[in-house]
T-cell receptor, first 115, second 114 residues
């Protein structure tokens, strides 16, 4: 069975600083991995996804993530944080063998950006 | 705008009552997924429908049920409500059932049970 673990329920950075949100996965088969963002009172929006093509995946709003099989990780980064990046971020893995397309989500990491 | 529409956005009701949440998927999407988001449990998969047929169940209580209609909209029925059912309920849609495509989420229905 697939699962993801997000390290750190809260991360705080200063505006302009590097953003690093950690996600580790567990999967017995090559995983398909996703990062979603949830702004207050909104639904989840896809930032980027890894589906076994390039290991470095670029997403929207300047975010990117690198798939590292040896570390079973898919950490999300952004070189320079902006105030508008404050939101909750969810890592997810496709439930292969389960519901055909269902995603299994981590607990989420709330990102705060200080001016 | 994801193209997924959920109604109502907010709902306040009492314990023991029954409510229905509605979801209209993106145009052309055949798959509908329901999730529950709560502070203690996070995002939990409830149920998946594809083109009117139930495909999989997740952590869905027996008091809850869902269906997908011929026009592809879906309804999630929650009955004998308890305080612990207070949560944000999301609907998501997807074109096909493959594992690589992303889900498109609605803005959710916030249920408060008093």
């Amino acid at each position: 069975a697939q699962s993801v673990t997000q390290l750190g329920s809260h991360v705080s950075v200063s505006e302009g600083a590097l953003v690093l949100l950690r996600c580790n996965y567990s999967s017995s088969v090559p995983p398909y991995l996703f990062w979603y963002v949830q702004y207050p009172n909104q639904g989840l929006q896809l930032l980027l996804k890894y589906t076994s093509a390039a290991t470095l995946v670029k997403g929207i709003n300047g975010f990117e993530a690198e798939f590292k099989k040896s570390e079973t990780s898919f950490h999300l980064t952004k070189p320079s944080a902006h105030m508008s990046d404050a939101a909750e971020y969810f890592c997810a893995v496709s439930d292969i063998g389960g519901s055909q397309g269902n995603l299994i989500f981590g607990k989420g990491t709330k990102l705060s950006v200080k001016p | 705008d994801s193209g997924v529409t959920q109604t109502p956005k907010h709902l306040i009701t009492a314990t023991g009552q029954r409510v229905t949440l509605r979801c209209s998927p993106r145009s052309g999407d055949l798959s509908v997924y329901w999730y529950q988001q709560s502070l203690d449990q996070g995002l939990q998969f409830l149920i998946h429908y594809y083109n009117g047929e139930e495909r999989a169940k997740g952590n869905i209580l027996e008091r809850f049920s869902a269906q997908q209609f011929p026009d592809l909209h879906s309804e999630l029925n929650l009955s004998s409500l308890e305080l612990g059912d207070s949560a944000l309920y999301f609907c998501a849609s997807k074109t096909a059932t493959g594992n690589t495509g992303e889900l498109f989420f609605g803005e959710g229905s916030r249920l408060t049970v008093l």
